[in-house]
């Protein structure tokens, strides 16, 4: 079993950005690559996806509200999985989820469903 431990969350201004990272232990993403994603929670929404890699690390998606304004990115080398999120909505406020599916699967994780561990969440707070 992985575990998962979001940071880089805070509070910003419409039109700022933020680099959510999230480090992971208990399996190394050298020996046990895993495909891995962000999830994202609105208060009164359910848990939706935001952009996903795959286990080799080539292959990136993103959903529609976010695309052009966030990049995801993995740090095999450093265990670590990131989000570069660039001109920052009232919109995007929400708590962020880091994400592990399993080792080397072809799994694109795009739903809950799929997703075999979850970090803790960080909240990501935008004014307008």
């Known amino acids: 079993q992985v575990q998962l431990v979001e940071a880089g969350g805070g509070l910003v201004q419409a039109g700022e950005s933020l680099r959510l990272s999230c480090l992971a232990s208990g399996r190394t993403f050298k020996t046990s690559p895993m495909p891995m994603a962000w999830f994202r929670e609105a208060p009164g929404k359910e848990r939706e996806f935001v952009a996903a890699?795959?286990?080799?690390?080539?292959?990136?998606y993103y959903s529609d509200s976010i695309k052009g304004r966030f990049t995801i990115s993995r740090d095999d080398a450093k265990n670590t999985l990131f989000l570069q999120m660039d001109n920052l909505k009232p919109e995007d406020t929400a708590v962020y989820y880091c994400?592990?599916?399993?080792?080397?699967?072809?799994?694109?994780?795009?739903?809950?469903?799929?997703?075999?561990?979850w970090g803790q969440g960080t909240q990501v707070t935008v004014s307008s």
């Open positions: 890699i795959s286990w080799t690390g080539v292959d990136t």
């Open positions: 994400a592990a599916g399993p080792a080397r699967s072809i799994v694109i994780l795009t739903t809950p469903a799929q997703v075999r561990s």
